[in-house]
């Protein structure tokens, strides 16, 4: 059974940082399409960071240059690492993989992340 388990979320000032992790287990993130989505209150799910197996990373406009994700392959975590935070970037942060084999889409819980201003 695959499970995606987020971790890392917190209360942030606005300017700081913070590192979210998200532990992948029954799947392996070598080969997966691996992505970071976030919830704010009120608002849609909306993609923030894409690694995806083959191809490039890539990040919505409002993030780049503050945020970079990456995967330790070993420990089959994927990470994002947000710098610069911002009160806008409050919200839940998802992992989502999708299976390279199976094209299964699969979910964490969540992570919320809140920055004051």
């Known amino acids: 059974q695959v499970q995606l388990v987020e971790s890392g979320g917190g209360l942030v000032q606005a300017g700081g940082s913070l590192r979210l992790s998200c532990a992948g287990t029954?799947?392996?993130?070598?080969?997966?399409?691996l992505y970071w989505y976030r919830q704010a209150p009120g608002k849609q799910r909306e993609l923030v960071a894409s690694l995806p197996n083959r191809g490039s990373t890539d990040y919505i406009d409002s993030v780049k240059g503050r945020f970079s994700v990456s995967k330790d392959n070993d420990k089959n975590t994927l990470y994002l690492q947000m710098n610069s935070l911002k009160p806008e970037d409050t919200g839940v942060y998802y992992c989502?993989?999708?299976?390279?084999?199976?094209?299964?889409?699969?979910w964490g819980r969540g992570t919320q992340v809140t920055v004051s201003s």
């Open positions: 029954g799947t392996v993130f070598r080969v997966n399409d």
């Open positions: 989502h993989a999708i299976e390279a084999w199976s094209r299964l889409p699969y």
